[in-house]
């Protein structure tokens, strides 16, 4: 099981830092990602590392405001999230794959989902 937390109301510029908990001890093969989903929009694709932290991967409207990270002895995936902007309102979850894919995009690869946490930037 995947636990998110961190969300909040921050205005235009700020930061949060997302959290997220893994109640098992996760394998270095997986890979943990960041999603998010605003109103009406597919849920998208934002972060991800493996969990050996050999490599991590941002879309493209996030890079160089987000940085994703991981503690691989508390078994905890972050998301520094620094220059927010009004678009970047969504709901956050993370999730992970057992194994890392080229595919990491594809919602359906992930094998556990964190419940949510609310992301809401005001201008």
């Known amino acids: 099981q995947l636990q998110a937390s961190g969300g909040g109301l921050v205005q235009a510029g700020g930061s949060l830092r997302l959290s997220c908990a893994a109640s098992?001890?996760?394998?270095?093969?997986?890979?943990m990602a960041w999603f998010r989903q605003a109103p009406g929009k597919e849920r998208e694709f934002v972060a991800g590392?493996?969990?050996?932290?050999?490599?991590?991967i941002y879309e493209d409207s996030v890079k160089g405001r987000f940085t994703i990270s991981r503690d691989y002895v508390k078994n905890m995936g972050y998301l520094q999230m620094n220059s927010l902007k009004p678009e970047d309102t969504a709901v956050y979850y993370c999730?992970?794959?057992?194994?890392?894919?080229?595919?990491?995009?594809?919602?359906?690869?992930?094998?556990?989902w964190g419940q949510g946490t609310q992301v809401t930037v005001s201008s």
């Open positions: 098992e001890r996760i394998s270095s093969n997986s890979f």
């Open positions: 590392i493996r969990w050996n932290g050999a490599r991590t």
């Open positions: 999730a992970l794959d057992r194994t890392f894919s080229v595919a990491y995009y594809d919602l359906g690869r992930y094998d556990y």
